[in-house]
């Protein structure tokens, strides 16, 4: 590792809370990860190829809601 370099930890982040918006043609999913002061991420199936994988992820919270 090149002097001066920190390194970082990598690995699958936990998702503390999920908010999820549908909208007509798109499903905006809000993730707000654990340990990283608050980080915030959004996945838009608008602008992503994921359409797939966010309806699993909120039909998965919706269901440990109930």
């Known amino acids: ?3 001066g ?3 970082r930890a990598h690995g699958p982040a ?3 809370v999920v908010e999820a918006e549908e909208f007509p043609s798109a499903v905006i999913v809000e993730l707000w990860h654990k340990n990283t ?3 915030r991420e959004f ?3 608008r602008r992503y190829d994921v359409a797939e ?3 699993e992820l909120v039909l998965a919270v919706a ?3 109930r």
């Open 14 to 16: 936990e998702v503390l």
């Open 1 to 3: 590792m090149p002097k």
């Open 37 to 39: 002061k608050g980080k």
């Open 43 to 45: 996945l838009d199936s």
């Open 5 to 7: 370099k920190k390194h």
């Open 63 to 65: 269901d440990e809601q």
């Open 53 to 55: 994988e966010i309806a």
